[in-house]
């Protein structure tokens, strides 16, 4: 009898014990623990990052709100301290143990966006591509100079800029320069459509081409209006045969863009960007022509402008000449008010 009661209690005692502790296996995979009554928030993971650092890591930012049950069913259950995969989370409001734990045991990432603009030197491309990405500027520029990767997407160390078109893409945290390389590359291609490619031809001009001189022409001028007009007359001196002498292939060959005013000393230099000394265009673009510059050249205003020069009033606009004769009096005009305005340089 004795034996029985013993039998029993022990069955009974056990069924309370399994129960209890089925009860908090299952708080700890389906209760909420993320972010309970907080905004969502991204975390991440690099290839450094240690379970133990993340788990306080995730408690001390107030991510988590139980760290034990978190670490019991990351490591216990999921094996996530031996999988995680580097990448940056979305974890939201009310996420459980598991559903949190999947996700980055997954290796799902939230994309990121990147956005560069007014680039002019490949130092200025990588550190702004780069600025939110796990890679930083100095191994991206590396890329930007390495010819076999080069090679691989069909550019050189001196069109490369050609390829990353301004804009804004979503790309992962994690990205390699490999990657992103891929990335522009097939923006490239899908931006040259047939369309696009057909202009190019009508005008003479190679989707490089096209880039080169749309690099010249965005440092020309701020008013993308006048894009066409200006387009115009670098084609009409192309055909020509005229040498281009575009300012601002001068001003990347000093690797100075601060220059106001162009004088002779800055023409003597000896660099296949110098458009007074070199006919044709220079070797690549001189910086990374955005869209509405590229849009400009592939819809050239077709007229009998061989010149322009900028406005005396500073509007920013320019005037167009057919003549050189006509050309020198505009360009007197704005050599005046240089030196009105003290500008000697």
């Given at each position: 009898?004795?034996?029985?009661?013993?039998?029993?209690?022990?069955?009974?005692?056990?069924?309370?014990?399994?129960?209890t502790?089925s009860?908090?296996?299952?708080?700890?995979?389906?209760?909420?623990?993320?972010l309970?009554?907080?905004?969502?928030?991204?975390?991440?993971?690099?290839?450094?990052?240690?379970?133990?650092?993340f788990?306080?890591?995730?408690?001390?930012?107030?991510?988590?709100?139980?760290?034990?049950?978190f670490?019991?069913?990351?490591?216990?259950?999921?094996?996530?301290?031996?999988?995680?995969?580097?990448?940056?989370?979305?974890?939201t409001?009310?996420?459980?143990?598991l559903?949190?734990?999947?996700?980055?045991?997954?290796?799902?990432?939230?994309?990121?966006?990147?956005?560069?603009?007014?680039?002019r030197?490949?130092?200025?491309?990588?550190?702004?591509?780069?600025?939110?990405?796990?890679?930083?500027?100095?191994?991206?520029?590396?890329?930007?100079?390495n010819?076999?990767?080069?090679?691989?997407?069909?550019?050189?160390?001196?069109?490369?800029?050609?390829?990353?078109?301004?804009?804004?893409?979503?790309?992962?945290?994690?990205?390699?320069?490999?990657?992103l390389?891929?990335?522009?590359?097939?923006?490239?291609?899908?931006?040259?459509?047939?369309?696009?490619?057909?202009?190019?031809?009508?005008?003479?001009?190679?989707?490089?081409?096209?880039?080169?001189?749309?690099?010249?022409?965005?440092?020309?001028?701020?008013?993308?209006?006048?894009?066409?007009k200006?387009?115009?007359?670098?084609?009409?001196?192309?055909?020509?045969?005229?040498?281009?002498?575009?300012?601002?292939?001068?001003?990347?060959?000093?690797?100075?863009?601060?220059i106001?005013r162009?004088?002779?000393k800055?023409?003597?230099?000896?660099?296949?960007?110098?458009?007074?000394?070199?006919?044709?265009?220079?070797?690549?673009?001189?910086?990374?022509?955005?869209?509405?510059?590229l849009?400009?050249?592939?819809?050239?205003?077709?007229?009998?402008?061989?010149?322009?020069?900028?406005?005396?009033?500073?509007?920013?606009?320019?005037?167009?000449?057919?003549?050189?004769?006509?050309?020198?009096?505009?360009?007197?005009?704005?050599?005046?008010?240089?030196?009105?305005?003290?500008?000697?340089?």
């Open positions: 009898m004795k034996i029985r009661k013993r039998l029993i209690f022990a069955l009974v005692a056990g069924t309370v014990i399994l129960s502790f009860l908090y296996v299952y708080q700890m995979l389906y209760t909420p623990n993320v309970v009554e907080r905004d969502a928030k991204v975390v991440y993971v690099s290839d450094s990052t240690d379970f133990t650092n788990l306080k890591q995730l408690f001390n930012d107030k991510v988590i709100e139980d760290p034990a049950s670490g019991f069913v990351a490591k216990a259950i999921l094996d996530y301290d031996e999988n995680m995969k580097p990448g940056r989370y979305l974890l409001p009310n996420m459980t143990n559903e949190a734990i999947r996700l980055l045991r997954s290796g799902a990432q939230t994309p990121i966006r990147i956005t560069f603009n007014n680039v030197f490949k130092e200025d491309l990588a550190g702004k591509i780069t600025d939110n990405l796990e890679i930083d500027s100095v191994t991206f520029l590396k890329a930007l100079n010819p076999e990767l080069l090679q691989k997407v069909g550019f050189t160390e001196s069109t490369i800029l050609a390829m990353f078109i301004p804009n804004t893409y979503e790309v992962y945290w994690t990205a390699t320069p490999e990657e390389f891929d990335r522009m590359k097939s923006e490239y291609d899908r931006f040259w459509n047939e369309e696009r490619l057909a202009k190019a031809s009508k005008a003479g001009l190679t989707p490089l081409e096209v880039a080169t001189l749309a690099g010249i022409i965005q440092e020309e001028s701020n008013k993308p209006d006048e894009y066409p200006i387009a115009g007359v670098y084609i009409n001196r192309l055909k020509k045969g005229m040498l281009l002498q575009a300012d601002p292939t001068l001003k990347f060959a000093l690797g100075d863009f601060t106001k162009v004088l002779n800055h023409k003597e230099i000896d660099s296949p960007y110098n458009t007074y000394m070199y006919a044709g265009l220079p070797p690549g673009p001189i910086n990374c022509p955005e869209i509405k510059s849009e400009g050249v592939l819809n050239y205003e077709d007229h009998g402008y061989y010149y322009f020069c900028a406005r005396p009033d500073f509007s920013g606009y320019h005037d167009f000449a057919s003549s050189l004769s006509e050309h020198l009096r505009n360009a007197n005009k704005y050599q005046r008010a240089l030196d009105r305005a003290k500008i000697y340089r």
